[in-house]
C-alpha cells in the first residue's frame, strides 16, 4: 500500500455570496505520512462535509470530465428556481439523447420532483434534458449550472451540458476539490438530500407508476450513506461522488479518472476517513 500523505488540517473554501462562507482555500501543512487506501481513480479527495477539512486526497485539483457526477450542479438550479410540484411537457428533443435513461416520453408531463428522481436514482439524461426545457432550455440551463458553480466557489468547473454527456464541441470539466464543494452544498438542499438517499421511487409511464431503484450501492453496502452518484462517458472514465455519517460524522469521497472498483475504493476511503475521529 502506497503512502500518501494526509493533510489533515487543508480546508476546501468556497466564496459562498448567499449563504455564509463555508470552505476556505487550502493552505497545505504536512501532517506525516498515513497508510491510505488505494484504488483504481487517477484523482481523488476525502473531506468532513461539517467542516469542510480535507483528510486526504491525490491530485484533487486535476481536471477530468465529470460525466453525470454533474448532474447534481443542475438538480440545485432546478431546486433554485422550480417548484417540486411544478410540472414540465417534455419535447421530443429532450428524450433524444443517449442513455442512461429513467424513460421520459415526449409529450408526457413530468413533475419536478419525478424528474429528479428520475436524474439522481437512474442517472436519467432524458430527465435532465426536460428539466433543462423547465429552466427555459438546454443552453439557459447549463449557463445557470455555470454561474451556480461559480458563487459556490466551484472555479475549475465548466458544464456543457446538463446531463453530464461529453464530446466533440461539449466538453466539461471539474476536479475533485470542485465536486466536494458542489456536493456538500448540494446536500444542504433538503429535498436533494432525500432524494439522493431514498432506495427507489415510482415513474410515470403509459402503463402506470414504474419503480425505479437507487444505482448507488453504497446504500446496501454501506450504513450512513446519504449520497451517491455515478458517472461513465469514455472521456471521463468512471466517476464516483459518496457521502456517509458515522457516530456524528459527515464525510464526502470524490474519485475521477477510474477504471476499476470505485465503490471498493470509495469504503476503504470513508472507513479510513471515519477512523481517524478515534
Known sequence: ???????????????????????????????????????????????DLGT????????????????????????????????LNAVIVAKPDNTDVECSCAGVRAGRAYTVRQLLDGLMLVSGNDAANTLAEGLGGYQTAVARMNAKAVTLGARNTHASSPSGLDGPGMESITTPFDL?????????????????????????????????????????????TLVGKTGYTNLARHTFVGGAQRNGHSLVVVQMYGTGDMYGQAIGLLDWGFSQYG
Do not use: C
Open 1 to 47: 500500500m502506497q503512502k500518501l500523505l494526509a493533510a489533515l488540517s487543508i480546508t476546501l473554501s468556497a466564496a459562498v455570496l448567499v449563504a455564509p462562507p463555508v470552505w476556505a482555500e487550502p493552505g497545505i501543512e504536512r501532517a506525516g505520512a498515513v497508510e491510505i487506501p488505494e484504488g483504481p481513480a487517477q484523482a481523488w479527495l476525502l473531506a
Open 52 to 83: 469542510g477539512r480535507i483528510l486526504a486526497s491525490r491530485n484533487p485539483y486535476e481536471p477530468h470530465a465529470p460525466a453525470s457526477t454533474i448532474k447534481a450542479l443542475l438538480a440545485m438550479v432546478v431546486l433554485d428556481q422550480l417548484a
Open 180 to 224: 466536494a464543494v458542489i456536493y456538500r452544498a448540494a446536500l444542504r438542499y433538503p429535498a436533494f438530500a432525500a432524494i439522493a438517499r431514498q432506495p427507489s421511487s415510482l415513474f410515470p409511464t403509459d402503463d402506470g407508476p414504474k419503480e425505479i431503484v437507487n444505482q448507488n450501492e453504497l446504500l446496501k453496502r454501506y450504513p450512513g
